[in-house]
């Protein structure tokens, strides 16, 4: 296969939406860039893009770096770079496993497991956005894991909103469950989670059994931004909660959330990281329920 090829899946007379579909087909199937065995049913050319990734040099933070520039893509709309990338640290984790990244692979692996959801919902996919979210286990608090991936994956609230709209373009031709339960996700990802109490009835749809995946993390949700157990105060300095009207809500790990009244900028986050020296991963939360936990907090 020459450059035409490539120049093809690059034209600006193929739609972005299409494109896109094109590059998570190599999502859906085995990772194999060696050689000249390519993945089969992709297109050559996006297997050798994911090879020459796999075969940068050094090795040695090549994963960590992976995910950096994926993220830098997803951040700047670049979709089909960002997938090249998650997909060349893919192959790294199944050639190398512990050895590139000894104190990360599990972590990787799930945050690759959540971006295929993001790359197939942005593809119109949601068949298979669905298959993947409804394949990812159980968590004991499933809205903080998926919470602190689209952190750490550089999905922003204007990502969840984009979809959301979509999702409800779908379900008017479409009143399926499934894609009922992704605009549920979408919407209890997004800005203001509390909306999707109100989404059945607003739909006039009844979803059964297997339509509820959002449910668990709206009220793992619903349970952080109210609960006030011993000792949170701790977490983070009452002055700054006032300065920047934020409250702390739980600590896991080396990871702080921090419910937010407004959108914290990047600068912020950082200040908060260095401060804490903990990762800052922001759950947006109305104005008045913020300062009530705040004045339970710290008594002000």
Not at 2 to 12: I, M, P
Not at 123 to 133: D, I, N, T, W, Y
Not at 193 to 199: G, T
Not at 266 to 277: D, P, T
Request: glycine share 6%.
């Amino acid at each position: 296969m020459d450059g035409n090829g490539l120049q093809a899946y690059d034209s600006q007379k193929i739609s972005r939406s299409r494109k896109l579909r094109i590059f998570t087909k190599m999502l859906r199937e085995p990772i194999v860039v060696s050689g000249s065995a390519y993945r089969s049913g992709a297109h050559p050319v996006l297997a050798t893009r994911v090879a020459a990734e796999v075969a940068r040099s050094p090795k040695c933070g090549l994963v960590q770096l992976l995910m950096a520039e994926g993220r830098l893509a997803f951040s700047e709309n670049d979709h089909p770079r960002a997938i090249v990338k998650s997909l060349a640290a893919e192959e790294l984790l199944r050639k190398y496993g512990g050895i590139l990244a000894p104190n990360e692979e599990s972590q990787i692996r799930e945050q690759l497991q959540f971006l295929k959801v993001q790359y197939f919902l942005l593809s119109g996919q949601a068949g298979e956005a669905f298959k993947v979210l409804k394949d990812l286990r159980n968590r004991s608090h499933p809205y903080l894991w998926h919470r602190r991936l689209a952190s750490r994956s550089g999905v922003t609230q204007s990502h969840w909103m984009a979809m959301e709209n979509t999702l409800r373009q779908f379900f008017k031709t479409n009143r399926s469950g499934k894609i009922f339960t992704l605009l549920g996700y979408t919407i209890v990802m997004g800005p203001d989670p509390s909306r999707v109490e109100r989404l059945a009835q607003e739909l006039a749809f009844e979803p059964t059994s297997d339509d509820r995946l959002h449910e668990s993390l709206y009220a793992d949700y619903c349970f952080l931004v109210t609960r006030v157990s011993k000792n949170v105060q701790n977490l983070f300095p009452e002055y700054l909660a006032k300065e920047y009207r934020v409250t702390p809500l739980i600590k896991q790990g080396e990871t702080l959330f921090l419910g937010t009244a407004t959108d914290l900028t990047e600068s912020q986050i950082k200040e908060f990281e260095l401060r804490m020296k903990s990762e800052i991963v922001a759950v947006p939360m109305s104005h008045r329920p913020l300062d009530e936990r705040n004045s339970r907090l710290y008594g002000c």
